[in-house]
């Protein structure tokens, strides 16, 4: 069908039509969704003739419900059109990766990886003919391997030359993420079908069924459809035989019939003939097959008549269903035993490993050793290929056809658990192990299955039931290389305890250095885990180590889940180190990596840097793009650790906003259930972003209670890094309007000397900006300025906009203090502009309202109550909350309220700074 001949969706083909016209200038994305039946793979196929009539190269993939757990089966079907002088100018290492991956070679090359297929890809795509169009159907069935293989394509992509066409059945997931978050360097566009009118029913009823309803009959059908062509259309077919006017589904007397597309298809189906049925079984069990696959199993005439019923459609030389529910309907209502009968026929005439054990699966009911063993090989080949969801199908199926007497079952077991894992299933992959343990008599088996639970439970749970884990695998370790990787694992996920962790990584590194011979993957582990425990610990960044590490581990034949990766620990730690750019593009190069992987339960943690990232660098909108992303992959992939971390970047994003009721809320709720699970590492983190939200808020009693019990945690677990504090700056802030002096110059020189030693200009601009605060109130005016400058000396080169803006901020206000009026407003001018420009609205406020004192004045938009004016003017005076209380007749309680809503409105932080502001108010 192309677009001529289409009925309808007039303004929709345009707009697709537009995108495509324009795509040798701009590299564009149009998404079509809708619910089942809609019309969206009739505009999908339009649009495509359409492309085809064009000078397009155009690559097509319409994938299918039953290919989803066949690895890279959408890519083939992308590339199926791909000449073969375009895959010959490849280069030797991107040519064997993509045959190997799709099968078109047996044995993988010695540089093979999930990454490598990705990476082919897009090379291939940068040698064709532009435009070049990429049209998948149906892209909530995309395998999990093409998807990442399109993702990542899609994010390298021209800003010219490139039209991507995807048709999305509205309501459902896809392991495409570009349908939720489209790449940057595409201009997207989404076409939500609706309804389709009477008017259009009626020609689509005709041209598609060959029926014309009379007018009641058309109404009743669009009605009992909801506009939906496939439905309408099946409607019709079934009421063709009621008289002139008579209401759909009462025909012959029947009840009304539901407005479900079910029971449509039941009746559609209903009049086939067994020969036919057999036909479209052998179709829907294959998923899309080829013409020439069908054919050596399905006679030309029996294939003929089910096209010509409309049932199946032949095109691109595939057998494909008029609409995918249909095949979903003709499989699930074929007795089982047919069914089985059928999938054994089918095994035997595959000839790759994978398709063959897939249809094996389906046809085996009950233990059987042999073709365990074969599904099990077919697993470990998906698992090599980076497609994790595959294996882990195929797993499944290994594991339930084992005999409880073989010794392979727990094996099997174990590897299963990996595959859920590594496909993002941590749940059940625990639940899997956990069942099994007990029964698992091999002790290095053993071992090794703690081991994973402990990866498990740390993504999953408590730092506390990792850490279990963990030991017992130290404990039952039968090998010098389990102990070492035991140990590796122990000081990863000792999280509340660094001398702890760092305790087991010189056990590790130990162990290798006794046992010269041991895998490179455990040398790499244990070099990996000394440098970044040290890094905890206060030691600095060895960034050398973390190298050495990858180096290492890009030898060893058994790789890392990439968020356990040397690349993963340096991206992460890079950002703390205030080495923000090259943090960046590290942090940037593991999500594509994680996209190209198959890896996901490695995807959140490629995600998880990202938010605070932007944050610090000033981009909050990006900042909060990426947190929500990571929020969704954290919740689908189960993993309650990135789930809270997830929900604190999106409080503190909010936070710095001002929006600081939904970051309070989110912050107690988790904090709650850190308190609950002795969960410090969180409870730390918690308290901190509190207690930045009471101080934005201007509690500084309030922020300090918090923010003194995180410090108090950070200490107590060895936490020394200070790019890993970053609240020590409102500490010192909130202590110093609280007056707890002598407290604050200590945590001045704490986190000066921290900072200093490892060369953190956050921290030493956070301590120096403490410095000049606290020499202000002293009354050293050219002291102060001096730190000050020193601070923001210590931010040059280092894109930290929000510090920036608070160190100019705390100088301009020391400087209104000291009478330097024209220089005041000059810096807090400033400060207000950057902090406006960030969107930070409190702390803007705050700049303007000191702003409004350069004058010599009170903003007469802050206005006080009585009693509030009358609160102020005695805690000027220094007189006591209980002396106050008494004076004004009020509780302690509502002095402490009422001062909290006075240093908000008048952006002060302390009595101190009151008592000046009223001064002032005086004598203007």
């Not at 939720?180 to 566009?189: G, M, T």
Request: glycine share 6%; proline share 4%; net charge negative.
């Amino acid at each position: 069908m192309n677009i001529s001949t289409m009925v309808g969706r007039v303004d929709e083909r345009r707009r697709i039509a537009h995108a495509l016209a324009r795509a040798s200038e701009l590299s564009s994305l149009v998404i079509v969704s809708g619910e089942a039946g809609i019309g969206k793979s009739a505009l999908f196929g339009s649009s495509v003739e359409e492309a085809r009539a064009s000078a397009a190269t155009v690559l097509v993939s319409r994938p299918a419900r039953a290919e989803e757990s066949f690895a890279y089966s959408a890519l083939a079907d992308l590339l199926d059109g791909v000449s073969g002088a375009a895959l010959d100018a490849l280069s030797a290492p991107a040519r064997r990766a993509l045959d190997f991956a799709l099968r078109r070679a047996d044995d993988p090359p010695p540089d093979f990886d999930a990454g490598a297929v990705a990476f082919a890809a897009a090379q291939l795509l940068a040698t064709l003919a532009a435009p070049v169009v990429l049209a998948i159907d149906d892209v909530q069935w995309v395998d999990a391997s093409s998807a990442a293989v399109v993702d990542f394509v899609l994010r390298r992509v021209p800003a010219a030359g490139m039209f991507v066409l995807a048709a999305w059945r509205s309501g459902t997931s896809s392991r495409c993420t570009f349908v939720s978050r489209p790449p940057d360097a595409l201009a997207c566009e989404t076409i939500a079908l609706g309804p389709v009118g009477v008017a259009e029913l009626h020609h689509i009823i005709r041209e598609r069924a060959g029926i014309v309803p009379t007018r009641p009959a058309l109404v009743g059908i669009a009605e009992m459809s909801g506009g939906n062509p496939l439905f309408a259309i099946e409607l019709a077919r079934h009421t063709a035989g009621s008289r002139v006017g008579q209401p759909v589904g009462q025909a012959t007397g029947a009840a009304p019939m539901p407005p479900t597309l079910r029971d449509s298809l039941r009746r559609r189906l209903s009049s086939l003939s067994d020969d036919a049925r057999a036909t479209l079984l052998v179709v829907a069990a294959l998923g899309r097959p080829s013409l020439a696959q069908v054919s050596e199993l399905v006679a030309a005439e029996d294939l003929e008549r089910v096209e010509a019923d409309g049932a199946i459609v032949i095109r691109d030389g595939r057998v494909e269903f008029s609409h995918p529910l249909l095949a979903a309907e003709i499989y699930a209502s074929t007795p089982t035993m047919t069914r089985i009968a059928m999938h054994a026929r089918l095994a035997a005439s595959m000839g790759s490993l994978e398709e063959r054990a897939h249809h094996l699966a389906l046809a085996t009911s009950k233990p059987d050793a042999a073709v365990a063993s074969e599904i099990d090989a077919a697993a470990v080949a998906a698992a090599n290929r980076g497609a994790p969801h595959a294996a882990a199908d195929l797993g499944e199926a290994a594991v339930r056809l084992t005999p409880a007497a073989d010794p392979n079952l727990w094996r099997r077991q174990v590897a299963l658990a990996e595959h859920r894992f590594r496909a993002g299933d941590a749940a059940l992959a625990r639940r899997g192990l956990e069942e099994a343990l007990d029964s698992i008599d091999d002790t290095a088996l053993r071992a090794r299955s703690m081991l994973l639970l402990a990866e498990i439970a740390f993504e999953s749970d408590t730092p506390s039931v990792a850490i279990g884990y963990a030991t017992r695998a130290v404990r039952d370790a039968p090998t010098p290389a389990l102990e070492a990787e035991a140990r590796v694992t122990l000081a990863r996920v000792y999280y509340d305890d660094f001398s702890q962790a760092c305790e087991h990584a010189r056990e590790a590194r130990a162990i290798v250095e006794r046992e010269p011979s041991l895998p490179a993957d455990i040398v790499a582990a244990a070099e990996l885990t000394a440098a970044t425990t040290a890094f905890l610990a206060g030691a600095g960044l060895d960034r050398a180590a973390y190298e050495r590490a990858a180096d290492i581990e890009a030898t060893s034949a058994r790789r890392p889940r990439l968020a356990d990766s040397a690349r993963a620990a340096l991206a992460a730690d890079l950002k703390y180190a205030d080495q923000l750019d090259d943090a960046r593009i590290a942090l940037l190069a593991l999500h594509e990596e994680s996209l190209g992987s198959g890896d996901e339960s490695s995807r959140p943690f490629a995600l998880s840097h990202l938010p605070q990232l932007e944050l610090f660098t000033g981009s909050w909108d990006v900042a909060e793009a990426w947190a929500n992303e990571h929020l969704m992959l954290a919740e689908a992939t189960r993993q309650h650790g990135q789930i809270v971390q997830a929900r604190f970047n999106l409080a503190m994003i909010a936070a710095h906003r001002g929006d600081l009721e939904p970051a309070r809320a989110h912050a107690l709720h988790d904090l709650e259930v850190a308190i609950a699970a002795n969960d410090r590492w969180t409870i730390a983190a918690l308290t901190a972003l509190l207690g930045f939200v009471e101080w934005s808020d201007g509690d500084a009693v309030g922020a300090l209670a918090h923010l003194r019990r995180s410090f108090v945690e950070r200490e107590a677990m060895g936490l020394r890094e200070p790019g890993r504090s970053r609240f020590l700056g409102d500490h010192i802030e909130t202590l110093i309007a609280c007056d707890e002096i002598d407290e604050a110059r200590d945590l001045i020189a704490l986190v000066y000397d921290r900072s200093v030693a490892v060369g953190r200009p956050s921290g030493i601009s956070a301590a120096q900006r403490g410095s000049g605060l606290l020499l202000a109130r002293d009354g050293d005016q050219s002291g102060a300025q001096d730190a000050f400058a020193a601070a923001l000396a210590a931010l040059d080169g280092v894109p930290l906009p929000f510090e920036r803006a608070r160190t100019l901020l705390a100088q301009g206000q020391a400087l209104r203090r000291g009478k330097a009026r024209r220089a005041a407003r000059e810096v807090l001018a400033a400060a207000h502009d950057e902090f406006t420009r960030l969107g930070a609205q409190l702390w803007a406020a705050r700049a303007s309202n000191e702003i409004d004192r350069v004058g010599g004045r009170v903003s007469t938009s802050l206005e006080l109550t009585d009693t509030e004016r009358r609160v102020a003017e005695l805690a000027a005076t220094g007189a006591s909350t209980r002396a106050i209380a008494a004076a004004a007749y009020i509780s302690v309680k509502t002095v402490e309220a009422n001062l909290t809503r006075i240093y908000r409105k008048l952006g002060v932080t302390s009595r101190a700074e009151l008592a000046a502001l009223m001064a002032d108010g005086r004598r203007g």
